[in-house]
């Protein structure tokens, strides 16, 4: 097949124009097309006043090697790369079931890869089966009542499970893992558009029936899945894994543990420091979610074309460089989506954003974050930044009524520095409710100060950005991990052989593709260590 490069039509062209666009490119009669798939689609919307589709397009022609010849120089037009992921040569699956634990998306795709590799992973989770979390959810959201594990940070699927469900990122993977756990999703239950969108995303709903299928193509190919089930320890026998300490009784011999967790996991990473495995404080992030009318973001990027149901909601992404030496910007931005409780400890709040398939809500949200490191954890323990994130979260909890009630604030109160009484047209969408206050009572006085700074900067980026009945919500603190569990060049600790951190909680990914891919990457460690 032939690959052609940058067909520009017009958004809302008729699904013949397509066809037209390639007979034109490539200069032949219509009877030579045998057939197309499309690769990649994405909306140009630079200019409102001619927003555009952008396609790379493969298609199948009766005269492959002259049309190549012809078009040899042209740049756009090439052979179709390979893009199908090949497992690697099969190892020698002697000895113990590897466990892998954690079932977010590394954990996930470490258990999936292995059982397609003949190996028998067991794979254990801390929180509940995903129908049984989302209704420990739902009674979060509604009651107050939190479950510490079973919630938005633990249970199947991981944290992003409750999410927007975006499945960009900006890895570089040759050896094509990243259109493996695409190809994955698809085949339990993703939709097939997810393949060739610029900036796919699944949505919550989905990925609530996604991530079970997962499970039980684990199951089908003679892996185990446990839930309930906690590491607390870990059998160390000659500087080599030797076993599984499960729920603080049950014992599983193994010589193989991928610790795919999530980056909320802190009596895990407590328990690893106390075993001398080393880790390391890194930077995070920390700030608020920040909502504006969907039909409002829709206008200041789609102009008359706003609300065009061919174009869908629109997103924005956002970053300013301040003049104190920080930086804001937005992050997992959700069209027509929630801010939602997100907390995983009693006596915290944690804000997350999310959105369904439909992106049909209100609101759009997204995280506002200002960057942290080391230097501002007020200690040098390598897990500083875990007492930092709760020093501020515990900081919401109480500003905001001592009930998961978040505290709130209208982005003109907080530029003017008073505190808010009243909402004006945005209606903030996290449960079970939020308290009115000074946002500058539970967030660090730098952040405070950065993002009052970068607000106003962005408005000119994004004009109405700085709408003063925008609301915004504390805190978002778990962006990502503030650990990385170090690891070698053979994805091992360098102290416990056999021992795999992997993922966005051992501080290597962020994002569901680039933790999935990661977890991939460790599957073929593993494989390549029995061969």
């Known amino acids: 097949m032939i690959r052609l490069r940058n067909i520009t039509l017009p958004f809302d062209h008729k699904e013949e124009a397509l066809v037209s666009s390639i007979l034109e490119r490539l200069d032949i009669p219509e009877h030579q097309l045998l057939n197309f798939t499309i690769a990649l689609k994405s909306i140009d919307a630079r200019r409102k ?3 555009v589709s ?7 022609l009766k005269n492959e090697p002259e049309l190549l010849s012809k078009f040899s120089q042209d740049i756009s037009i090439s052979p179709v790369p390979r893009t199908n992921y090949q497992l690697p040569t099969v190892g020698n699956r002697h000895g113990w079931s590897p466990v892998v634990v954690g079932s977010g998306p590394c954990g996930l795709f470490v258990a999936l890869t292995l059982a397609q590799l003949g190996f028998k992973p067991v794979l254990i989770e801390r929180g509940k089966e995903v129908s049984s979390r989302v209704k420990d959810v739902q009674n979060f959201w509604r009651n ?18 409750f999410s927007d469900g975006k499945l960009t990122t900006r890895i570089k993977d040759k050896y094509n893992r990243s259109r493996k756990v695409l190809e994955e999703f698809v085949k339990a239950g993703a939709p097939e558009e997810i393949l060739y969108q610029a900036k796919p995303h699944i949505g919550t709903d989905n990925l609530v029936k996604i991530v079970r299928n997962l499970r039980n ?4 190919l003679g892996g185990q899945v446990r839930f309930e089930t906690k590491l607390t320890g870990i059998k160390i026998k000659d500087s080599k894994v030797a076993g599984a300490i499960l729920n603080d009784s049950e014992k599983i011999e193994t010589d193989t543990i991928v610790l795919a967790l999530g980056h909320s996991a802190r009596d895990t990473f407590e328990m690893l420091a106390q075993l001398n495995i080393p880790i390391e404080a890194k ?5 608020v979610r920040i909502e504006h009318p969907q039909s409002w973001i829709d206008k200041a990027q789609y102009g008359r074309f706003a609300s065009h149901p061919l174009l869908g909601p629109a997103d924005y992404k956002l970053v300013h460089h301040c003049g104190n030496g920080r930086s804001a910007y937005t992050f997992c931005m959700c069209p027509g989506g929630e801010v939602i409780a997100s907390s995983s400890e009693t006596g915290g709040i944690v804000t997350n954003g999310m959105s369904f398939y439909h992106r049909n809500r209100p609101n759009a949200n997204s995280a506002l974050l200002v960057g942290v490191s080391p230097r501002d954890f007020g200690s040098t323990s390598p897990l500083a930044g875990i007492g930092f994130q709760r020093k ?4 919401a909890f109480e500003t905001g009524g001592n009930n998961y009630f978040a505290p709130v604030q209208l982005v003109g109160d907080f530029l003017a520095g008073r505190p808010s009484n009243s909402f004006g047209q945005v209606i903030p969408s996290y449960t079970p409710g939020t308290t009115l206050c000074n946002l500058a009572e539970c967030l660090p006085g730098f952040v405070a100060e950065t993002l009052r700074l970068a607000i106003s900067q962005m408005d000119k980026k994004l004009n109405g950005f700085a709408m003063n009945d925008a609301v915004m919500t504390a805190v978002e603190s778990r962006s990502s991990s503030p650990i990385r ?13 056999g021992l795999y951190p992997a993922g966005e909680g051992a501080g290597y990914a962020g994002g569901i593709i680039s933790t999935a891919v990661d977890g991939i990457k460790i599957a073929e460690a593993i494989n390549s260590k029995t061969s």
């Open 49 to 51: 006043n001619n927003i």
């Open 144 to 161: 107050g009542q939190l479950d510490p594990e079973s919630n938005v940070q633990f249970g199947e699927g991981g944290a992003g499970t």
């Open 54 to 60: 952008v396609y790379t397009i493969d298609v199948r």
């Open 217 to 220: 193509t684990i199951i089908s």
């Open 485 to 497: 569990i170090v690891r070698d060049e053979t994805f091992q600790s360098p102290a416990i052989k």
């Open 392 to 395: 501020w979260e515990q900081k």
């Open 283 to 287: 930077p995070f992030s920390i700030g």
